[in-house]
C-alpha cells in the first residue's frame, strides 16, 4: 500500500498527498517557498499575513486535484504535480520582486528542466506547465485553481471578509467543453463564479493596492535594483534566494540598498505626495505611463528627484488582469462568455479600471515640502513624461479602417495570429487607456467584438 500523508490546512481541511507528491514537496525548490511571503509586504499593514508561497502551493496542488477528479480524459496525478510545482521561479516578496525582465515563469519551467520525478519525465510536467490544454488550464486558466485558493488563503490571513468563495461548488460547475480542449462553467455555477469576481474585485483595493503595502513594495523593489545594478547580486540570483537571504543580504550591503532596507525595517517609509487617478488622466496619458520601461521609469525617477532634491519613486501598477470574466458559460446548447451575459461582470471591468491609479512617493524627511510643491499641480509628471502617443500598429489600422468586426480580422489586419499572447496583451492594454472602444454586437446567438478607434479630445 502506497503511503499517504495528510497535511492539516486551514483553508481546505485535510489533503492527502502521495507518495510521489511528498517527496516533491521535500525537494529544495518547494522548501525554499517556505520563506517566500505570498503578498509580499503586506504583512506591514495586516499583521497576520506572513503565509507563504508554499502553503499556497500545496493549496493549489489540492484545488487542481479536486477539478480534476470530476473530468474525463485528465491525468490527475500530473495535474497536481504541476500545481505543486507552478510557483518554484518566485523571487523573494513573490510579484513585488518580478523586477528588471524577471519572469518567474521562465524561472519555474529552467528548475522543473533540471528536476527528477518517480513516474514523468520533466518534459512531460514542463508540457503541461507550458500548455493552454485541459490540464494547464486548472492551473492558470480563466477561472483556476492558483486563483481559487490564492483569494480565500489570502483573505484568512489578512482577516478581511471579502475572499468568502463556495469553492466546493465552483469546483463542481467546472465542465470540459464539447469538441474542444478548453474548459467553461455550467449555468448553475454562475452565480459562484460572481461572488468570485466579487471578492477578488473586493482585494483589490483592501488588499493588493493598500497604499502603505504599496509604499513598501516599491521601496524594497528599489532597493533590489540598486543592488543589482550595484552588483551586489546578479538578477537570476533571485531565483535562489529567499526573502530571508534578501532582506540580510540588504541589511549587509552598502549605499542605497542598505538606506532603504533600515527604513523599511523602522517602518519608516517613503510618503505619497501625489496621486493621479484612472479619471483625471487622458486616454494618451495613460497608455504612456504604463509603457514606460523600468529603464525609462528610472531616468524619470532621477530627473523628479533632482527637480525635488530627494528621492522620489514612481509607482505605476499594472493595468488589472480580469481573465476570469472570460470563462465561457455553458447554457443548454449555447456557449456564452460570462461578461456578454452577467451585468456584474461587465460593471466590475469598469470599477477595475476606476480604483487604478498612478502614485508619487518621496523620503519622508522631505514629504510635506515636496507636497507643497505638487499641491496646486496635479499633472506635474508630464513636465518630465511625453503625453503625446507612440506608433502602435493596432491604432493605425483601426484609424485607416474604421470598425473592424471581431478580433480574428483584426488581429489579421495587424498581420498576427488571433491566438498570439502579445497581440491581445496590446489591444487590452489600448481598451484599457481609453485608445480603443470595444462593442458587444449579437450575431446569430452569438456575440461579436467590434473595434474603433476612440474620438479623442485634442
Known amino acids: 500500500m502506497s503511503k499517504l500523508k495528510i497535511i492539516r490546512d486551514p483553508i481546505h481541511k485535510d489533503i492527502k498527498l502521495n507518495e510521489e507528491e511528498i517527496s516533491i514537496v521535500d525537494m529544495p525548490e518547494i522548501q525554499r517557498l517556505r520563506n517566500i511571503k505570498q503578498t509580499g ?27 480534476a477528479k470530476n473530468l474525463e ?26 523586477v528588471a525582465g524577471y519572469d518567474h515563469e521562465e524561472f519555474t ?18 508540457d503541461v506547465y ?11 486558466g480563466d477561472v483556476d485553481a492558483d486563483r481559487m485558493d490564492y483569494l480565500v488563503r489570502d483573505s484568512h490571513h489578512t ?58 513594495e516599491t521601496m524594497i523593489k528599489n532597493a533590489t535594483i540598486d543592488a543589482i545594478k550595484d552588483d551586489i547580486f546578479k538578477l537570476r540570483d533571485l531565483s535562489l534566494m529567499d526573502d530571508i537571504d534578501l532582506i540580510c543580504t540588504l541589511r549587509r550591503s552598502e549605499g542605497s540598498s542598505n538606506e532603504i532596507m533600515r527604513k523599511i ?42 527637480f525635488f532634491g530627494s528621492r522620489i519613486f514612481l509607482d505605476i501598477p499594472k493595468p488589472p488582469k480580469m481573465a476570469e470574466h472570460r470563462i465561457t458559460v455553458i447554457m443548454g446548447d449555447k456557449k456564452q462568455r460570462l461578461d456578454e451575459i452577467s451585468p456584474l461582470a461587465e460593471s466590475l471591468k469598469d470599477a477595475y479600471k476606476k480604483s487604478w491609479s498612478v502614485m508619487v512617493y518621496s523620503e519622508p524627511e522631505t514629504a510635506k515640502k515636496s507636497s507643497e510643491i505638487v499641491k496646486d499641480k496635479n499633472k ?17 489600422v483601426l484609424n485607416e479602417q474604421g470598425t473592424v468586426q471581431g478580433v480574428t480580422k483584426l488581429a489579421g489586419l495587424v498581420k498576427k495570429s488571433p491566438n498570439d499572447t502579445e497581440f491581445h496583451s496590446e489591444l487590452q492594454k489600448l481598451i484599457f487607456c481609453g485608445l480603443v472602444d470595444k462593442k458587444v454586437e449579437p450575431v446569430r446567438g452569438t456575440y461579436r467584438y467590434d473595434y474603433t478607434a476612440a474620438k479623442l479630445d485634442d
Not at 173 to 181: F, M
Not at 383 to 391: A, C, G, L, Q, R
Request: net charge negative; hydrophobic share 35%.
Open 159 to 216: 482577516g478581511v471578509a471579502y475572499g468568502s468563495i463556495d469553492i466546493p461548488r465552483l469546483i463542481r460547475s467546472i465542465v470540459v467543453i464539447e469538441d474542444t480542449n478548453k474548459l467553461g462553467i455550467i449555468e448553475k455555477g454562475r452565480t459562484t463564479v460572481e461572488s468570485l469576481l466579487t471578492a477578488r474585485y473586493q482585494m483589490y483595493p483592501t488588499v493588493y493596492m493598500h497604499p502603505t503595502s504599496r509604499i513598501s
Open 41 to 67: 509586504l503586506t504583512c506591514l499593514v495586516y499583521p497576520s499575513a506572513n503565509h507563504t508561497r508554499f502553503e499556497h502551493s500545496i493549496g493549489t496542488m489540492h484545488v487542481a486535484g479536486e477539478i
Open 109 to 126: 519551467k529552467e528548475k522543473i528542466k533540471r528536476m527528477n520525478f518517480e513516474n514523468y519525465t520533466s518534459k512531460e510536467v514542463l
Open 265 to 306: 525595517d523602522a517602518r519608516d517609509l517613503f510618503k505619497s505626495i501625489s496621486v493621479q487617478r484612472y479619471n483625471e488622466l487622458s486616454p494618451k496619458e495613460r497608455w504612456n505611463l504604463i509603457n514606460l520601461s523600468e529603464n525609462e521609469l528610472g531616468i524619470i525617477e532621477n530627473e523628479i528627484s533632482d
Open 380 to 396: 506635474f509628471l508630464f513636465d518630465f513624461i511625453s503625453d503625446e502617443i507612440i506608433e502602435n500598429n493596432i491604432l493605425n
Open 73 to 98: 480524459n485528465i491525468d490527475k496525478n500530473l495535474t497536481k504535480i504541476v500545481a505543486l510545482l507552478h510557483d518554484i521561479g518566485h523571487p523573494p516578496f513573490s510579484h513585488t520582486l518580478e
Open 130 to 140: 507550458s500548455s493552454k490544454g485541459l490540464e494547464g488550464s486548472l492551473i492558470h
